[in-house]
């Protein structure tokens, strides 16, 4: 279910700007709340992983935390809509890459698995899953206190 | 905002393509058939709602603070492999 990320090698606290094209990759809506933050990179280090972070390069420019919702839960399974994959130009082969964003909340550890974003890296597009239905949780708690 | 009254099968149209249709009136509800292009995205609003708030939660977390969560994941990962967890289903 999930691919390798294509990771552009940069320090998180570096200048966006210094990201080349190829690794940029375009969500055409946003994400719901950025919905005028087009472009994303994800950024992977030691020092983060499992997270990877979620670069937004436009507007507010909002950096997101994530990981494979596999780590979190072994047997998750959401299907993507046949939309979603036509908007992510999927194709049968493509091996998606699944990430479900992380929050904080009083001191809660939060895994939003109810609408992970989901990146063909062959195209380089993405989209936020918001599925009608969903056995899911946005608030999934993975670390307390 | 716009108000319209519409029957049982009575639709509206918005602009180029979108159309709403009425499929039933109920007690407790209105079923509504939605026809939009494949990259138009329809959501129902509480759910949109959820993840926005969601969204905006999660964009808020510092440099500094992601690396200590992240080491505090590792840890959890090592000791409890991902099962399938009681909540959030």
Redesign the interface.
Known sequence: MSASVATASIDPGADAQAVVPGDVVTMRDGLPGFEQCRRFVVISSPDLAPLVQLQGLDGPRPSFLALDPRQVRADYDTVLAPADRRRLAAEDADVLLWLALVHLEGGRFLVNLRAPVVINPRRMLGLQVVAAESSYDTHHELLAG | MLVFTRKRNEAIVIGDGIEVRVLRVGKDGVRLGIAAP??V?V??RE??D????????????T?A???K??A???Q??ATT?????A???
């Open positions: 494949a990259d995205a959501h129902r759910i949109y959820a993840v926005r708030a969601a969204n905006q939660s999660a964009a808020s977390t440099p603070r992601a690396t969560l992240a505090r994941l590792r959890r990962l492999p991902a099962t399938p967890a909540t959030g289903a």
